[in-house]
């Protein structure tokens, strides 16, 4: 029975319905980084005729002081405002609204002296509702509220002189300063918004194997190498520089160059089999340098104003010292004998898996949170999580929970390659940036369906993509025919159409391209398994279509996401009808409008195509008119519009891809 | 922080989310009449490969023992299941859900056997399972299991047949008799389910004024008149006998005809201008008779298996008694008078409204519940509440559910002309019936529109629409043309369209049609501030066009829907491609399609119209394929239909309506 809880409303005679954003009713917070603001919408009711007041209230979850900011009406019974958060972490936000007696009656007075009907008796009335704000305010207004009391009821002057009075604008903006909010109703949950640090929403990944750094053949790469490479990363523009796991790499099971079941002896390991005698998840693969040199790679990376990401793999290699320390955290077959992996019939014996029903979970809880923690100490703040959806959900939410509460600058990207709502379930449980099917959505009109779904509606709000145009694990068919065009796209639509991206260097820019067997994703000679020999720091400022690497093409694309604001949020993305299926034409605006991209790509990566593409600047917000100028960033070159529907043309053997702004001056 | 909330969680390894039905987070009830099947879907997710089993858990609120049903995954992670409510009153749901170790096992056992990589260490780890049933289990299915899980590791039986014994289905069924749900996940919350009995969502109301119910002019009708006319009403077909309100009515600024400012003596006054020196809304208007009188209405009414709606009106003439006893009930101005009703710049003088932020609301409250209370003593178990929306929305959750507890069978007709929002937030606050829009979507293409709104999603858990063709306020330009089409169509849109409606009468049969004035839907003299004269008790079974009483087509229409369970819900309407828009074509059907209504009508009064609807049987669940015969039931004509899409054509000056059900047996 709710009749308690429905007598206390007694004289609140507001109900406030369907607040948004909310994410299942707030169980999740919604996701934000610094300085946005937070747009909030209500159903706002009473009864009768009365009119209503309403606020949105917000402020640090730490116990602070509520602020409030005015919602105003939008039709329909919506009403509308907008917050501002600032600081790193959670906020709370509710609304709470109020029947305004004295707007009503001010609203019914007008009427009724425009019908010249106006009454002393609504003088008196309204003088009441005036004393009633003269009572509860302070200082001066509370005096100059009580004098309009007084002098709107007084018999010496003129009733049309009084109603006039009564109806000014500051005596309204007095009133209101001072609201009789005795029966507001408030909203009956407080809701919640995460807010994060600029680069959870913005950022650019280079992954690389810093054993295949060293830059000379046959010599294992390490931490002073990745630190030599780090002005040609920065060169190319990326801001986040992210390591596989960098633990020592077990040796039972251990697979062999191609994914071969047997390794030689002189085969390196997969770096996501961790864990050996020479320790797990908290120490460093001897080959690779020393805690020490590790933190000098953090240092020096920042120092280019970029960051070092861990690969965190929650999985043991049979020699992690976890089996022999804490078997209880392992399934155990009946012979007590650990269980490895395996998806039947298929088995992954280097691999034993934890069991998240350990009866010692909180003990497990606490190691895994200990694994950041020891990370975080020597200076990591971004993780990328290996194949989150394969440990249990409410492990994640705490553990992100519990690492932000002292750390809310720490970013988590889950490699959540699941079905769609595992995905959307990790990032409402605090991952700040996911995987995505980016790499599987090929055509014009899926990018447009999937990109629509990204970011609108419910995902927008605790969902933040990250597109990656190839990863160890992935070198998509569309890759595998080694055009360039191809990888040009990809790169750049992952880079435009998301505001968070990822791409795996140097394989990437050298247009590796060469699948282990056809029909297959995995790469020929995958450095999962195997040191590679790359040929490192490329000239980013050579001709845009230097022969043998897109460094160029990728260093320019990444500086154009830099400097135009529109790029840094998916929020302002729009799609443009076209008349050619293989071109997807979208544009990107800052909230306010005052930065505007313009993308057409050719997603056929053989022919030349051509079409007319419709591009309004008034319908994205822009003042220009028709003839207006475009400019191509990429290559310099301006064109005049002289229609809203303007002819394109992009040869795959040129440059597959136009990123325009417009020009400010005038057209002659 | 919610850390401690997630710690708890533990090993619970899913995770339930977006729960089907529920409204606003369960704050309000869906709603189900007796007998119904509640369709329940989640989303249940997991880490890893490990299937899942779930249940959705269902229960009086009474603090009866939980049932459960089994969830079906129905694809993307969704699961399906229903249960049954058989008893008025509130009833709960929930679901749980966990991993299911044997399954997951079987399923990879399975898989391995077929790969001929089955192995004694599978069996071992099955036959702890099954040992671990055999632990849950009681009587003799704890040593059967314990015997499998012997048999099934026995190093005397060949490995195959171990398999299959494991893998056998009374295996399972056994195993799943006694599932592990030590880490089942709750769903955090208890929805609610409230059910009403089948008057609720399937009704057909007749409203009359008693004081014209004398067939007798000059003589003030009284309750004895109007058992009088109940067999008129039963025979029509309805089921609810709806009085405006029977309260004494006040003098004070009485309205005369016509609602004339200045009454004269003899005019009668409107009866929503309740209270006067007789009493007040537990009184009764002494032209019409005694309590006594009024308590052999209602019982003979109920004799004729229809039921009296009472009209609930909380508003007060200024010679109501509550004006003296609780002037605090009312609104006060300065010099202590009351305060009448006002639209400003209009005034409403002879009505006081009630005041829901009075300091005394608690008593009013109260003395608002007693007035349901008194009636309900009566024997009363219907109400039209007028105008609920100028009254305070908590109230009346309040007042619907206080009255619920002890008389869950009654049922809240809401006078909600206003705001969409406000029309649904009555609705989810437990008003069991709303009028609607219907009176002013007056196209095929409007009508379309709005009840696929309100027959989809969200609305249809808790509103149930009453469709009304006329009321005595409401005088729709298309009937004033006095077209009897217009009057079929809109009385037969109205009963067929929603499964419950009602009609004003003898207005509405005898095709009263004149309004107050043009662009007016006031009647002229209407009766809310008249006596009218009428003649009563037409012969329902007179040829259904009769020129002077449209009887014998409502008592079809009427009949019709009895018989046709289809018509007894709005669930399964669906509408039907047409070829011309002034043709609308919809079907009704009953979930398990036992029964199948398929209508067409004419909405052009004027004009013959004709065209090809489309109409397949397998569409909407039927079985027959044409060549099919469909027989119009309102005629008894048969067509013989040899495809799906078929002509028909309806003449207003005939009959507009096409109602027609499939016949079973074979056409050759």
């Not at 976890?322 to 209880?328: C, G, Q, S, T």
């Not at 100490?377 to 990328?384: L, W």
């Not at 795959?652 to 702004?661: A, E, G, M, S, Y």
Request: proline share 6%.
């Amino acid at each position: 029975m709710q009749s308690e809880r429905l007598r206390q409303a007694g004289r609140k005679r507001v109900v406030i319905d369907d607040v948004w954003p909310q994410i299942d009713a707030g169980r999740f917070p919604i996701k934000r980084i610094q300085g946005d603001k937070v747009d909030v919408f209500a159903d706002i009711l009473a009864d009768g005729h009365d009119l209503i007041r309403a606020v949105v209230r917000y402020r640090r979850q730490t116990g602070r002081a509520w602020k409030e900011a005015l919602l105003r009406p939008v039709g329909n019974d919506r009403y509308h405002g907008t917050f501002s958060v600032a600081d790193l972490g959670y906020h709370e936000y509710t609304v709470e609204a109020w029947i305004d007696h004295f707007e009503s009656w001010a609203t019914g007075l007008r009427k009724k002296h425009d019908a010249a009907v106006a009454s002393d008796m609504d003088l008196r009335i309204g003088a009441e509702l005036i004393a009633g704000a003269a009572a509860r305010a302070k200082g001066t207004d509370a005096a100059t509220l009580k004098q309009i009391a007084e002098e709107i009821v007084s018999p010496k002057v003129n009733l049309d002189l009084r109603v006039a009075q009564a109806l000014d604008e500051k005596t309204e903006a007095l009133v209101q300063k001072y609201p009789d909010r005795s029966h507001a109703t408030r909203y009956d949950r407080d809701l919640r918004v995460w807010v994060d640090r600029k680069r959870a929403e913005f950022s650019a990944w280079y992954e690389l194997f810093p054993r295949s750094a060293s830059g000379t053949s046959g010599r294992h790469g390490t931490f002073r190498d990745v630190i030599e490479r780090l002005p040609y990363v920065a060169r190319l523009g990326f801001d986040v520089l992210y390591l596989p796991p960098i633990h020592p790499i077990g040796h039972t099971k251990r697979k062999g160059a191609n994914n071969a079941l047997n390794a030689s002896p002189t085969d390196p390991g997969s770096p996501w089999a961790i864990g050996s005698e020479q320790g797990g998840h908290d120490s460093i693969h001897p080959e690779l340098g020393t805690l020490e040199e590790f933190r000098e790679l953090v240092e020096r990376t920042r120092s280019y104003q970029m960051e070092i990401a861990l690969d965190i793999a929650f999985q043991c290699s049979p020699d992690h010292p976890w089996v022999k320390e804490h078997p209880e955290w392992f399934v155990q077959r009946p012979d007590g004998s650990i269980q490895f992996a395996e998806n039947p019939p298929k088995k992954y014996e280097d691999i034993f898996p934890l069991n998240f029903e350990t009866p010692q979970w909180e003990a497990l809880w606490q190691a895994l949170k200990g694994v950041f923690d020891h990370w975080i100490a020597q200076g990591v703040r971004v993780f990328r999580v290996d194949n989150p959806h394969t440990k249990s959900f409410p492990f994640w939410e705490w553990l992100i929970e519990a690492i932000h509460q002292d750390h809310p600058e720490a970013l988590f990207l889950a490699e959540a390659f699941t079905r769609p709502k595992r995905m959307y379930r990790l990032a409402k449980g605090g991952f700040s940036q996911s995987y995505t099917y980016f790499t599987w959505r090929n055509s014009p009109a899926e990018l447009r369906d999937y990109l629509t779904e990204l970011t609108n509606g419910e995902p927008a709000e605790f969902f933040r993509p990250n597109f990656w145009p190839n990863t160890p694990d992935i070198l998509h068919e569309d890759l595998q025919t080694g055009r360039r065009a191809a990888f040009q796209v990809r790169l750049a639509l992952a880079a435009l159409l998301s505001s968070n991206y990822g791409m795996y260097g140097p394989a990437f820019e050298l247009m590796d391209h060469v699948p282990r067997e056809k029909k297959n994703e995995e790469y020929l000679n995958s450095e999962k398994y195997q040191i590679r020999d790359w040929t490192w720091d490329w000239d980013v400022d050579a001709k845009i279509n230097d022969a043998a690497s897109l460094a160029p093409f990728i260093s320019r694309i990444n500086a154009i996401r830099r400097s135009n604001p529109a790029l840094h949020k998916n929020s302002g993305l729009k799609f443009h009808n076209v008349d050619n299926r293989a071109l997807l034409c979208f544009s990107k605006a800052t909230p306010d409008r005052d930065n505007v991209v313009f993308v057409c790509v050719n997603m056929d990566y053989e022919h030349t195509q051509s079409g007319f593409v419709e591009f309004s600047p008034p319908a994205v917000g822009l003042p220009q008119q028709p003839p207006f100028v475009v400019r191509d960033v990429l290559t310099g070159v301006a064109y005049t519009w002289r229609e809203y529907w303007n002819f394109v043309e992009l040869d795959p053997k040129k440059l597959p891809v136009h990123i325009f702004t417009l020009e400010l001056h005038e057209v002659h």
